[in-house]
Each structure stands twice: as C-alpha cells, then as structure tokens.
C-alpha cells in the first residue's frame, strides 16, 4: 500500500521567511496530493492539493510542486506570517479515494 | 464546498462501556466514508473505510470487531467503539470524498476513564 513520508517534522522560520515542507510517497499510482493545515483539536483544512498531471500549482502565498518521477511534492509558503502556525499534512490519494497522510510538520512562524 | 457533520466532538465513557460517533454528509450522498484516528501530535491514521450497504474494509491492525462500522444510508456512517480502554482514547475523524475532494468532520475527542 502507499507509504507517505513528510520532511521536516518541525520547522521555526522568522516572520516574512518562506517556509519549505517535503513529502515522498511509494505508490506510483497516486494521483492527487492535497496538504492540509491542522490547528490543534480541529479537523484538517485543505489548502491546496494537486494533481498528477500537473507539474507545479500556486495559491497567492502557497505553491505545491509535484516531481511524479521522483515521487514527491513539496509545499511552499511565501513571505510567512504568525498565523500561519500550524501543524501541516501532506497526502497521497490511490485510485479508491484512500488518503494516506504524512506524519506532520509543526511550522512555527516567529514575529 | 461541502458539509460533513459529526457528532459528538466530545465524549468522556468509563472503561468498558461503547460509544457511537456519527459522520454526516449533509449536502451531499457519500457511498464511501473513511475514519481516522490521531493520537496527540501524530498523524492521522486511517482505520477504515465505511461503504454503504456492505461491510466497511479495515486497515492492517485494526480490530473490526472493536470498531464497529455501520453505513446504512448514503449519508450516515457510524463508527462504534466496544468495550473502550483508556488507550483507545483519541480523536476520531471521519470523512467524505465529493468530486474528488475529501471533506472531514469536526471529529471526536474521546477519552475513557
């Protein structure tokens, strides 16, 4: 089945920084990827995802990039600000609507 | 985008007792729901996945017969843990894919004393 790993597991940048988070996943057969923002006690909150026909997708602030070769995307986050905290997730979804997710990354924005 | 409901967020049952949490799709008919559960500062784990009008498929290492799942409409999905210990509690999490997009419930806070 998929296996999905997420790099860094926590992250601390200075306000205005960009923030960078990586995942691989095993699954060739995946094709969406979506990331989610997690705040604590509260569901996941999609903030942006792609597909695997597309190399690269930007958001105003935040990009995903997608290398199916290599299997793995990474998410991108510009001129960061303190509420942008949050525990991040990314996801791999197969061909049954499955989501497996990353183990998480804590971005801590510091003002 | 679309509404998944559950219910209750939170819930405190004594050791050995069961309880029902229920995941709603409220705009929309979902023949496939997933539950998940999240241990503090983990990930989410997806435990199984409920189809209506048949048996829910379980994850490697997921007890079926602790965690009872019944989907017996195209918009409610039932997760009923048996028997709770204290280590089973977490946050349970549904949710429901509409036009490719997984949409999640508020989820559950279940501790057991």
């Known amino acids: 089945g998929e296996n999905v790993e997420q790099h860094p597991s926590t992250l601390s940048v200075q306000e205005g920084d960009s923030a960078v988070i990586k995942c691989t996943y095993s699954d060739s057969a995946s094709n969406y990827f979506p990331w989610y923002k997690q705040e604590l006690g509260k569901r996941p909150q999609l903030i942006i995802d792609i597909r695997s026909n597309v190399g690269e997708k930007k958001d105003q602030r935040i990009a995903v990039t997608l290398n199916k070769t290599a299997k793995h995307f990474s998410l991108h986050i510009t001129e960061t600000q303190p509420e942008d905290s949050a525990v991040y997730f990314c996801?791999?979804?197969?061909?049954?609507?499955?989501?497996?997710f990353g183990s998480g990354t804590r971005l801590l924005v510091r003002p | 985008g679309a509404v998944v409901s559950q219910h209750p967020s939170r819930v405190i049952c004594k050791s050995g007792t069961s309880v029902k949490i229920e995941c709603r799709s409220l705009?929309?008919?979902?023949?496939?729901m997933f539950w998940y559960r999240q241990f503090p500062k983990q990930s989410l784990m997806l435990m199984a996945t409920s189809n209506e009008g048949s048996k829910a498929t379980y994850e490697q290492g997921v007890e079926k017969d602790k965690f009872l799942i019944n989907h017996a409409s195209l918009t409610l999905s039932t997760l009923t843990v048996t028997s709770a210990h204290p280590e089973d509690s977490s946050f349970y999490i549904c949710?429901?894919?509409?036009?490719?997009?997984?949409?999640f419930g508020q989820g559950t806070r279940l501790t057991v004393v």
């Open positions: 996801a791999a979804e197969d061909s049954s609507y499955k989501l497996i």
């Open positions: 705009d929309f008919q979902a023949t496939t």
């Open positions: 949710s429901a894919t509409r036009v490719a997009e997984a949409f």
